[in-house]
């Protein structure tokens, strides 16, 4: 079992930049990707970035690609998201993931989910 905690959400002026931490405990979770995914209000849950076990594969969805980046540092079981120029539409509950397949995080079917954190964007 993986437990998931996000932290570091709040509210954001257009164009700042939040870091979202995802704390994981229950097992190291160096063997295994993480991801992260965000739904809006009214909205589908939608995939934002995933990464590999060992940090070195990366996928964005086109909507965040060049402002947001995604990174872990396995000797703390973390994994963090760096969002920078932040629009309105940014505004959701984000959600941190993990599972051994990696296919199974880009299509929304982790096994382990984290409870959520609120990002606004709002002037």
């Known amino acids: 079992q993986v437990q998931l905690v996000e932290s570091g959400g709040g509210l954001v002026q257009p164009g700042g930049s939040l870091r979202l931490s995802c704390a994981a405990s229950g097992r190291t979770v160096s063997s295994i990707a993480m991801g992260w995914f965000r739904q809006a209000p009214g909205k589908e849950r939608e995939f934002v970035t995933f990464i590999s076990s060992n940090g070195g594969s990366t996928i964005y969805a086109d909507s965040v690609k060049g402002r947001f980046t995604i990174s872990r540092d396995n000797a703390k079981n973390t994994v963090y998201l760096q969002m920078s120029s932040l629009k309105p539409e940014d505004t959701a509950v984000y959600y941190c993931?993990?599972?051994?397949?990696?296919?199974?995080?880009?299509?929304?079917?982790?096994?382990?989910w984290g409870q959520g954190t609120q990002v606004t964007v709002a002037s």
């Open positions: 993931n993990a599972d051994q397949n990696y296919l199974k995080i880009r299509w929304g079917r982790a096994d382990y």
